[in-house]
């Protein structure tokens, strides 16, 4: 699932490190999964497992045997535009021609491969007040914008108030043609389309929060950041995280003294970005499996999920120190802040460690193989399509699969496949979207188990779709409880905003997302097929398949109970 904050980052606490590192050098690759049988689920799970062959039904075993293998360090975490998702996207399309699937790429490959491109920090750039360079990533941070950024060599700063408090900021006309210096009332974060909104006709922004922004940010800020298509050189403001030390020297005042709309220093350099290319191609995987009706066969039911993950970290930390510490401080993962224990939870962390040391020693971990994010999705698909493939009544529409990349890096591939179809758009008459539906416990999310899923968007385009869902969940006796808490208007997770569903949503596409929701696990190295539940993730993916025949069979459409939403527009959740 896509996260605002891409990597979990080293952080020492207590003498524990428990934080993200990077790799020892990769294991050799698996080979794929290539003859059906039947093997039983060991009761304790192994860190390692021997892939077995696999069978047309969908079953706990083989989805055991492929994730094992789809998750393995091997593949590196499999990061958009790597090594790891190249490998990731071959066993995919290794599968997809064993198993009979048509090719739905380019040029009549599984493939569809997007055009990229790296951007990279230039460390020759120069910012601060005339007379003065500032330090990259101690005293300010940019954000890529592309080409078109404007430049802030001889731009005038000029403090913007305190974000946050509209009765403390600066009026619209004092930013224009001006570097907008802000300081915040409570959040590290000011967002962009509201600065845009607010000083309409600023040069730039330098939001004065950098010593509050998350480690994991600055990390993410500093890595050359890849891109698909030709550099956006749309003219747009510049974005700077600063400290409060530069703000002052950047304004000539402390900030406690500044007054909104008051000017300071002329800003003197220019950051700079170079462009680089990439070693291994970033591409989706598309397959289908051709309806049996010769009319309605034109038409598509869409199931995807994302096969890339965040890759390896910069340090190897001890992957049951973090486990210990994430139960107790981070339920959610990186979707809870990084907390400072008392003496209760560190009593609480110690114990979970001191059991764990009585059963192995300390492990190394730096890879965040991404057993649940989104492994778990890109395994079920391939079950799906091996019963799909080998039933005798083929579904009366196809079936089109795509194993999405880049969503860790913003929805890349699924906002290029729906820009850039390899079936007809209009064509495609709903999407099911899977990311992370291997887990869902008590221990995972509250008032989690057995019956637990997580429902988004079911409902937001065509009632008919979100009611044939609740309908072959109760006539298909799945006994799934789902949850539709995380799809309410204005939730501030904005789940139905993050994952891949939302790219075909936007063209008026009918979706469904399913997930068994965060964990502590979650864009963290602990992520690892050992830690799944392989009975749930079969019973999650047979329901989803039996959906997906549902619609797939219907004698029309699911019909559209919402306006279409403007593709070119902001998503509101």
């Known amino acids: 699932m896509n996260v605002r904050v891409a990597h979990c980052t080293a952080v020492f606490a207590g003498g524990l490190l428990v934080g993200c590192g990077r790799a020892p050098s990769p294991e050799a690759a698996a080979p794929a999964v290539q003859a059906p049988a039947q093997a039983a689920i060991p009761s304790e799970l192994p860190l390692k497992y021997a892939p077995r062959p ?28 790597e090594r790891g998702n190249f490998k990731a996207t071959e066993y995919i399309a290794r599968e997809a021609r064993r198993l009979g699937l048509e090719p739905a790429g380019e040029d009549g490959t599984y493939f569809q491969v997007l055009p990229t491109h790296r951007r990279a920090f230039d460390p020759a750039s120069g910012f601060g007040p005339a007379g003065r360079s500032l330090a990259p990533w101690t005293e300010y941070a940019p954000f890529d914008l592309g080409p078109g950024v404007r430049s802030l060599d001889g731009v005038q700063a000029v403090y913007g108030g305190v974000w946050g408090d509209s009765a403390r900021l600066a009026p619209a006309s004092a930013a224009a043609g001006r570097l907008v210096v802000l300081s915040s009332a409570s959040q590290w974060n000011a967002p962009r389309p509201q600065l845009l909104a607010r000083f309409p006709g600023a040069a730039g922004f330098a939001i004065a929060t950098l010593d509050r922004v ?44 500044a007054r909104p709309g008051a000017t300071g220093a002329t800003v003197a350099g220019t950051i700079r970005y170079r462009t680089e290319e990439t070693a291994y191609p970033a591409r989706n995987v598309v397959a289908v499996i051709r309806g049996s009706d010769p009319v309605l066969r ?6 995807g999920a994302h096969s890339d993950h965040i890759g390896v970290s910069s340090r190897a930390v001890d992957h049951d120190s973090l486990r210990a510490y994430n139960s107790v401080m981070r339920p959610m993962g990186a979707d809870d802040p990084q907390g400072d ?40 698909m391939l079950e799906m399509a091996e019963a799909l493939a080998a039933s005798r009544q083929k579904p009366k529409r196809s079936i089109l ?35 992370m539906i291997g887990r869902g416990k008590a221990s995972d999310v509250p008032n989690g188990g057995p019956a637990y899923l997580q429902l988004i968007g079911s409902r937001r385009l065509s009632r008919e779709l979100g009611d044939l869902v609740e309908a072959v969940n109760a006539e298909g006796n799945h006994g799934f409880r789902f949850d539709y808490q995380f799809d309410a208007n204005g939730h501030p997770e904005q789940y139905y905003c993050r994952s891949d569903h939302y790219e075909y949503a936007k063209y008026g596409i009918p979706v469904t997302f399913f997930s068994t929701g965060s964990h502590r696990d979650y864009h963290m190295v602990t992520d690892e097929p050992q830690y799944i539940d392989y009975a749930q993730l079969a ?8 959906i997906a025949v549902r619609v797939a069979n219907l004698d029309h459409r699911p019909a559209l109970s919402a306006p279409k939403p403007d593709p070119e527009g902001q998503c509101v959740q």
Do not use: C, K
């Open 341 to 380: 224990p008392g003496a209760a939870e560190w009593a609480r962390i110690r114990a979970t460690l001191d059991s764990l040391r009585r059963l192995r020693p300390a492990r190394p971990d730096s890879i965040a193989n991404g057993a649940d994010d989104d492994g778990s999705g890109s395994v079920a």
């Open 54 to 81: 696999t069978a047309a039904a969908i079953l706990p075993a083989d989805l055991m045997s492929r994730l094992y293998l789809f998750a393995d360090d091997s593949m590196e975490g499999r990061e958009f535009g």
């Open 214 to 257: 998350p480690s994991g940010v600055v990390d993410f800020l500093r890595q050359p950041g890849l891109r698909v298509g030709e550099p956006d050189s749309t003219p747009a403001p510049a974005h700077i995280w600063i400290t409060p030390a530069a703000a002052e020297a950047l304004l000539g005042t402390p900030l406690a003294a």
């Open 539 to 546: 019973r999650v993916s047979t329901l989803i398949h039996d």
């Open 401 to 435: 699969f795509v194993w999405h990349t880049g969503e860790e890096a913003g929805l890349l591939g699924a906002e290029y496949y729906t820009a850039n179809p390899t079936v007809p758009r209009d064509s495609i008459v709903t999407t099911l979207n899977i990311d």
């Open 298 to 303: 034109s038409q598509y039911v869409a199931i």
